[in-house]
Every structure is written in structure tokens, then in C-alpha cells.
């Protein structure tokens, strides 16, 4: 018997934090976190990377429990490594890593997909969220592996189905449109019930981002950083300590203080930090063979899956539109329900 019945893979900005607060909130429902087990496989994969260590094996021991619905679940799956371009090569090879460590836990994975040029414009907001300091250009130019390297659902799809997974797909779009319909398919689909609370959860907990103030973040967190080349020059004896202390305060500092910053204070921090000018910060772009990729590599592999068919030429649209509307480029996802 499967500890779960589904496994919950991503795709990260796909509303996972929606999700998983509506689980988590169900006492029906067992969730749980795969995110130490995503934090292990991106430490493996970063060894690997610079040092050549192989990867280890994960000894998972999840226990059946009798519960009616089973979810183990982690955006971090298959998102990975927003400010790490080294790492955008090896994205692949973490997808067969994950895939096997995972494999035998669950019958079947959920990945949900959303519009992909919406999901660039999120992903690098989620950079910034995290410490980065790239604008959208240098993002998707500096970074280019890495957001291909996310998007490429051919790639998440073999490597779960070699390992004997069902793949069930859902349009993230379906959720935030028609929400019943997403709920009744899901049951359908993952054998899982809906949650008894569907009310949307607090502001913190849907994790929303302000597109408006990404500039003056990225701002902030460079000067952060710029700090931490300084401490690590300085070789002080209390050096360990204080980086720790600016890591995560670049990873949280801008985030939470600009999430509840007035406008007083906003435009006391602008004064303050030579940020870029936020339509142009946004702004960027690609090229043929950048939307040809993802026609390839992320559209034609949802053509097998009915429920998300109805959104396709919505997608295309979409990806066909970067190369010729600048207002398409710099969009600001829809908030979430």
C-alpha cells in the first residue's frame, strides 16, 4: 500500500501555497512537507556540481497512515535554483533524481501549469523575493537554463513516468476561473477529497508579491549583498556569523519590511537606494528560438491532457505575444484568490 496517494510536485507559482494552506487546514486530510527532502536533493545537486560528489540515496520511511485523503507535497520538486544560473543545466538532472527518490510513495504526481509567460514574470518576482537583485532581463538572459530548464515539462513528465507515475496535469487557470470544476477534477483525477474550508486564506498566507516595489527590492538586496562581499573580504573572526545574519535578512528583509512599508516609508527607502525605474526594470526581451523552445518543450507535451487543452491556445497566444507586445512582457500576474 502507497503512504500517499498523491504526491504534489509543483509547478512552483502555481498557487502551491493556496493549496497546501486548504490541506493543511483539513483535519481529513494528511499533508506533508517534502520541503527537507527538497532542501537535501538542491544541497546533492549543488555538490555534485562544484565538487563532483555523487548523489546520495534518501532513506524515506513515511508510514500509512488511515486518513482519507494522503498528500505529500513540495513546489520544490521541480523549482529550482531562481538565482543559481550555474545550476539551470543541471535542473534535468535533478527532475530524474527527485523522480527516483520518490518513486513507489504514490501511485500518481500532480503538477499544476499556469500560462508560462505568467509564470516568467512570477518566477522572477520570486528571485527577488529570495534575495536576488537581476532585473527581468538579466533574469531570463543571465538565467536563460534555469527558466527553460523549469519549463520543460517533457522532461518532468518522462522522468516521473519512468519511475511509474500517473502524471495528472491541471491548469492552474481553472482554479482561479472556475474553482468548482478544478476541485471536482482533482477529486477525480488524484482520488483525493476536497478540502471541507474552501475560503481563501489570509493576505501572508497566499504569499502575494508587489510587482510595483520588485525595483526598489532588487535595490535593497544588492546593497545586502554588496555587505556580504565586504564581510567575506574582511575575513573577520565573527565573518560565519554575521553572513548567516545578512543571508537571511537579503533572503526576508525586503520582502517583509516592503510588504508592510506605507507610502511615508516607501518613498523614504527610494530616496535612499538607487533602484531602476520600475517599467523598465520589468521590461525585456527574448528570442525565436526562447519561444520555440517552450512551444516545444512546454505546450506540446499538455496536448495529451484533456483538462488542460481548453487553455492551449490561450498559452500560445500568450507566447507568441513576447515577441511582438512589449505590455505582454512586463505583465503583472493576477493575484490569487
Not at 527553460?148 to 495528472?168: D, K, P
Request: with cysteine.
Amino acid at each position: 500500500m502507497y503512504p500517499f496517494d498523491v504526491i504534489h510536485i509543483g509547478l512552483g507559482k502555481c498557487m502551491s501555497t493556496y493549496l497546501q494552506t486548504l490541506w493543511a487546514r483539513d483535519p481529513a486530510i494528511h499533508d506533508v512537507s517534502g520541503r527537507q527532502l527538497v532542501q537535501g536533493v538542491n544541497q546533492a545537486i549543488g555538490a555534485h556540481a562544484h565538487k563532483g560528489a555523487e548523489l546520495p540515496a534518501f532513506n524515506l520511511n513515511f508510514e500509512s497512515v488511515n486518513a482519507s485523503s494522503r498528500i505529500l507535497t513540495s513546489e520544490g520538486f521541480t523549482f529550482s535554483f531562481l538565482n543559481k544560473a550555474d545550476l539551470g543545466v543541471l535542473i534535468p538532472v535533478k527532475h530524474l533524481y527527485v523522480a527516483r527518490t520518490l518513486s513507489g510513495l504514490a501511485p500518481r504526481v500532480l503538477l499544476i501549469v499556469r500560462d508560462p509567460v505568467s509564470w516568467i514574470a512570477s518566477a522572477h518576482a520570486q528571485s527577488i523575493n529570495q534575495g536576488g537583485h537581476r532585473s527581468r532581463q538579466a533574469f531570463v538572459s543571465e538565467c536563460r537554463d534555469v527558466v527553460l530548464n523549469n519549463l520543460h515539462l517533457g522532461n518532468i513528465m518522462q522522468a516521473y513516468t519512468q519511475q511509474g507515475f500517473e502524471v495528472v496535469v491541471m491548469p492552474m487557470e481553472l482554479l482561479t476561473e472556475q474553482p468548482d470544476v478544478f476541485w471536482s477534477e482533482l477529486e477525480q483525477r488524484c482520488e483525493i477529497s476536497t478540502p471541507a474550508d474552501l475560503r481563501p486564506p489570509s493576505r501572508t498566507g497566499q504569499n502575494r508579491t508587489h510587482h510595483d516595489r520588485l525595483a526598489l527590492a532588487a535595490g535593497i538586496n544588492r546593497l545586502q549583498a554588496r555587505l556580504a562581499d565586504g564581510v567575506r573580504r574582511g575575513a573577520s573572526a565573527d565573518a560565519s556569523i554575521i553572513l548567516q545574519a545578512l543571508s537571511q535578512t537579503q533572503s526576508w528583509g525586503a520582502r517583509r519590511g516592503l510588504a508592510g512599508a506605507d507610502e511615508e516609508t516607501l518613498s523614504d527607502l527610494r530616496a535612499l537606494v538607487n533602484c531602476a525605474d520600475a517599467d523598465e526594470f520589468l521590461d525585456y526581451t527574448v528570442d525565436a528560438e526562447f519561444v520555440d523552445y517552450l512551444k516545444r518543450q512546454f505546450l506540446a507535451p499538455l496536448r495529451d491532457h484533456d483538462v488542460v487543452m481548453p487553455m492551449l491556445e490561450r498559452y500560445e497566444r500568450s507566447l507568441d505575444a513576447l515577441l511582438t507586445s512589449p505590455d505582454q512582457r512586463t505583465q503583472t500576474p493576477p493575484q490569487h484568490r
